[in-house]
């Protein structure tokens, strides 16, 4: 499956079995295909429900989010990140391996709404499944236990294959998830989905709004596992490890208070890498707009071009939609 012993194949060829994953990860400005919008789906959800600290973005319903996966593959978008919000939430995060999970049976929805002409990716990570808002399992000590994580991210990982995902997104900053999920899915004949690490991953501030986002009940902080912002040499030291591990794409997180560290990562290795202009960027020029103290629609393109320019060849962007609409019939690409 993986190659000779001793031998293990680099599956390159994983990010060129479509055209839009070909797109994606295409190099060379601000372009639609270079976008990937992240997106919330909601169990049981009736209706949208807005998210009041992001406005403008909500927690879907399974057929909102069937209409935002068309929109975003007729935009010629480079994918979709789907992020599942559960009914119930336990110790262990359950929710996050079932095949009738929310986040499970959204991929299949997105997948059978777009086919191959869009990546269908989703974050690999317990956070928005534990009742306790941990990115893994606890240890009697209320420790997260990295071995018994990287078990169920491998289940999990084995989930989204099943349910169609072309490329999972390990979130949880674990030792060891990129290599475990690479082998897990490997092994069950899932050889073809890819796998974008968030590799150098900051406790950050920034992420309020997402905690929202997915209701999570998380108290104190993550810094046992996601790293100290001000560390560079250790977050490119983290991509290169994913990388040995089998990460089609590594990732820097958050974005603009990070982008030294994204171009050391674009520098060190060789294969693409994404950025996430997360919830507390987009947050704060909506906010800023919002009172007229900001031209909201060029800082929006001066953002995510200091992001390219830096040295991402993929964005993570909540503006993915709007922009790619923006671009569209544009000749200035990227400029403002
Ligand atoms: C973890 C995860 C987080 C985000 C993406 N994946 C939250 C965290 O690490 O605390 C944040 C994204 C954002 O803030 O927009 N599953």
Redesign the pocket.
Known sequence: MSGQPGFPTVRQRRLRRTPALRRLVAETSLEARQLVL?VFVREGAREPVAITSMPGVVQHTRDSLRKAAAEAAELGLGGIML?GVPEHKDARGTGAVDPAGILNVAITDCVAEVGDALPVMA?L?L??FTDHGH?GVLDASGAVDNDATLELYAEMALAQAAAGVDLVGP??MMDGQVGVVRSALDGAGHAGVAILA?SA?YASA??G???E??D?S?QGD?RTY?QDGGNVVEGVREALLDVGEGADLVMV??ALAYLDVLRAVREAVDVPVAA?N???E?AMVEAAAARGWIDRDAAILEMLTSIRRAGADVVLT?WAAEVATRLRGSLRGGSW
């Open positions: 992240p992020f974050d990570c956070d928005e990115c979130s949880g968030y991953k920034f992420y709004p997402f905690r986002a997915v999570s998380l993550r996601q997180k958050p996430y997360i919830s507390g987009y909540y």
